[in-house]
C-alpha cells in the first residue's frame, strides 16, 4: 500500500523538487493527449446532497445510478489493482472507490492504461472530475464507485499536513486560499459572511440600511 503524506515545515529545496516532480506529470500528462489544466466537467451532485441521499444505504450495496462531480483531492491510498481517494468538493467529501477493472472498462477509448496512470499522475491536491456509481463499503464508507475520469487541475504544490493543518497564524493570513482548502470552518465562516453581507448590502433602487 501506498498512501500520500505532506510534512509541516518542509525546506525551500524539497518544495522544489515537489514542483518539479508534478511538472513533470504536467508534461506527462500532455504527451498522453491529456489537459491537466481543463476548464470544463459536468457536475451533476455534489458530495453533502449524496451523504444525505443515501444515508440509509446498507454496508455492501450499491446504486446503479450514474453521478458526476468534481473536487480537490485530500488523501489518496493504492493498494495494486484498488485504490481509495478522498475528494472534497464545496459541500464536504466523499471516498472515490477505484477498482482497475471498472476504470479500464469505462476508459478504454481514451487511455488504455487508464488506471496507472491515475496512480502514477495525480496528486494529494489536484482537482479531479469523476463519473461513476454509488457504493457503500463493506466497512461503511459511502463511496463513488468510479469508472470515469479526468485531471481537471494539476497542483504544483503539496497541501499542508493532513493532522497538523495550517497552523501558523501569520501564514493563514498569508495563504488565505490555502486556509480555505484545508480547513472546514475557516470556509463556512467565509460563506456566511458573504450571506450576510448580500442580505444587508442594498440593491439597486432599494434603500440602504439608514434610507439613503
Same mark, same amino acid.
Given at each position: 500500500? @501506498? @498512501? ?125 472530475? /469523476? ?23 494539476? @497542483? ?29 470552518? /475557516? ?13 444587508? @448590502? ?11
Amino acid at each position: 500500500m @501506498s @498512501s500520500d503524506s505532506n510534512r509541516p515545515g518542509q525546506s525551500a529545496s524539497s518544495l522544489e523538487e515537489i514542483r518539479a516532480a508534478r511538472l513533470q506529470k504536467v508534461e506527462e500528462l500532455k504527451q498522453l493527449g491529456f489537459n491537466p489544466f481543463a476548464y470544463r466537467w459536468e457536475v451533476t451532485d455534489c458530495t453533502a446532497d449524496l451523504q444525505a441521499k443515501y444515508a440509509a444505504l446498507a454496508a455492501g450495496e450499491e446504486v446503479d445510478v450514474q453521478v458526476s462531480l468534481a473536487g480537490r483531492i485530500l488523501a489518496r491510498r493504492v493498494f495494486g489493482k484498488l485504490a481509495f481517494f478522498s475528494l472534497q468538493d464545496e459541500s464536504g467529501t466523499i471516498q472515490l472507490y477505484l477498482d482497475k477493472q471498472d476504470i479500464q472498462a469505462g476508459m478504454a477509448a481514451l487511455d488504455g492504461d487508464a488506471f496507472n496512470h491515475l496512480k502514477q499522475l495525480t496528486d494529494v491536491g489536484d482537482i479531479l472530475g /469523476v463519473k461513476g456509481t454509488i457504493k457503500r463499503t463493506e466497512k461503511g464508507e459511502l463511496s463513488i464507485k468510479v469508472r470515469e475520469y479526468a485531471v481537471l487541475t494539476k @497542483s504544483l504544490l503539496p497541501l499542508p499536513d493532513k493532522w497538523h493543518g495550517l497552523t501558523d497564524v501569520a501564514k493563514r493570513y498569508r495563504q488565505r486560499y490555502v486556509d480555505l482548502i484545508v480547513n472546514p470552518t /475557516v470556509r463556512d465562516t467565509f460563506r456566511k459572511r458573504a450571506l450576510i453581507t448580500t442580505g444587508i @448590502s442594498p440593491l439597486p433602487g432599494r434603500p440602504g440600511l439608514f434610507g439613503n
